[in-house]
């Protein structure tokens, strides 16, 4: 192998290398922007999620409290029509149905009591309240006005497992003769985790997000696991700003938070939150949704995506390379052709040259041989034959050409003309005036 052809194959493979670092280069790149792009897409999905989900418990919110605030009208109502608390069973039963219409599923039992605390009249007929609203009323006739409370379920009542640990939001109207005076009071008990997700705007919020409550002092009332129930909210919750207040808006907000989940899992997630205000009690509203369920059918078709265009850039490197293999390989076969074509040229006039200087020696009336850098005859002139007795075929190939000149073995000035050997040339042709020649090379 010659030393052009291996700088061919070096300057091949440094090419080689070179596209494949180009194009691992443009991987790269198209990776950072792909990551770039869906960054900021990311955000853009993670804040109107945010502003929906505000506007979803804000709605929530508002719609409990209008439905508060119309219990108590139409309590108001019925205490106005019926000051001295006698009325009709049927009748009572007629009004406790239109006052339990449209939240038949979330209360437990609507209590009546007299102004001495004596119950006159239960609803749904032969239930027993899952709380104790006796409690409650001794409270509500103390203030005679409007109350809210929680309560926990009666330890001694026949309760199922999920109602053990539910909380029960207890509204209490008082009622009033004509002349203002206390005439006994309402008590409706409802379970409150039914009540928050009752008022939910869409069935998918669940599916993206937990419902929680927690009151003034940010002890949590409702929650998804019954253990977080109680707890101090900051437990759970971190968020990345530690110098704001979490809930501190009246107008509801949103921000990003690290949630505690159980068993010291830990969760990114999107927190949106809105107060809620009955009474003199003043609660907070929040969805808790997972960052990762937000974003996942964004990261779906980013993903799909890039694995597509991956793919795609994948098998135009490969064909781009494979062309260019197959291109280079056809250049290198063309190149290889004309350099043996050159070769051959090259060897058919050094051939023509060969035959015609053996053509002009051995026409030569001169005699003449000629040998190679081994002293070995190759060439020996029919007049050389004719005058040293010895024909072409003894000498060709022998280094007996001293034979017909000289008895003894010695170099002839052929010999040392060939080895270069002057000093030789002074030993035995000395006399003879031999000299190098000054316009001849070699």
């Known amino acids: 192998m010659t030393l052009f052809s291996k700088f061919k194959i070096l300057l091949y493979k440094a090419a080689q290398l070179r596209i494949l670092f180009a194009s691992v280069t443009v991987v790269i790149l198209f990776l950072l922007l792909a990551l770039t792009v869906n960054n900021s897409r990311e955000k853009d999905i993670v804040n109107i999620f945010s502003r929906q989900q505000l506007v979803n418990v804000q709605n929530t919110s508002k719609r409990m409290m209008d439905v508060f605030s119309q219990i ?20 009572l039963d007629s009004y406790y149905k239109m006052l339990s219409s449209g939240w038949e599923d979330t209360f437990d039992a609507i209590v009546m009591f007299d102004a001495g605390g004596n119950i006159k009249n239960v609803y749904p007929k032969n239930v027993v309240p899952s709380i104790n ?3 409650h009323f001794n409270v509500l006739s103390k203030q005679q006005k409007r109350y809210l409370g929680l309560a926990l379920p009666d330890a001694s009542g026949t309760l199922g497992s999920k109602q053990k640990h ?89 921000f990003e938070a690290v949630v505690l989940q159980g068993d010291k899992i830990k969760q990114r997630s999107i927190i949106s939150y809105y107060p ?24 779906k078709t980013f993903f799909y995506t890039l694995f597509s265009s991956l793919l795609l850039i994948i098998i135009v490197i490969a064909t781009s390379m494979s062309f260019a293999y197959k291109e280079g390989k056809r250049l290198r076969h063309r190149e290889e052709r004309k350099r043996l074509k050159e070769r051959r040229d090259w060897q058919e006039k050094l051939l023509r040259e060969k035959k015609t200087i053996e053509g002009i020696i051995e026409g030569s009336p001169i005699p003449s041989f000629v040998i190679n850098n081994k002293h070995k005859v190759i060439l020996w002139n029919r007049a050389c034959s004719e005058l040293t007795g010895h024909s072409a075929d003894e000498m060709l190939g ?45």
């Open 398 to 442: 022998t280094g007996n050409h001293f034979k017909p000149f000289y008895s003894v073995t010695r170099p002839m000035i052929a010999d040392l003309i060939v080895d270069s050997d002057m000093d030789g040339l002074s030993k035995h042709y000395g006399t003879k005036n031999v000299k190098k020649s000054e316009k001849v090379v070699g």
């Open 133 to 135: 609203v006796s409690e």
């Open 72 to 91: 108590g009208k139409n309590i108001d109502l019925f205490s106005r029509l019926h000051p001295d608390l006698t009325i009709d069973e049927k009748e």
């Open 166 to 254: 539910d909380r029960y939001l207890v509204l209490g109207y008082p009622l009033r003769k004509p002349n203002g005076e206390f005439s006994g009071a309402l008590l409706i008990s409802f379970s409150l985790s039914a009540v928050l997700h009752k008022y939910r705007q869409r069935p998918a919020d669940d599916e993206l997000g937990e419902l929680w409550l927690i009151d003034e002092q940010q002890k949590i009332l409702v929650h998804p696991r019954w253990a977080f129930v109680g707890n101090d909210i900051k437990k759970f919750l971190k968020k990345s700003d530690e110098q704001a207040s979490m809930f501190s808006s009246e107008n509801g907000d949103n």
């Open 276 to 299: 809620v205000k009955a009474g003199d009690k003043k609660w907070t509203m929040l969805v808790v949704a997972p960052y990762s369920k937000v974003i996942s059918p964004l990261r």
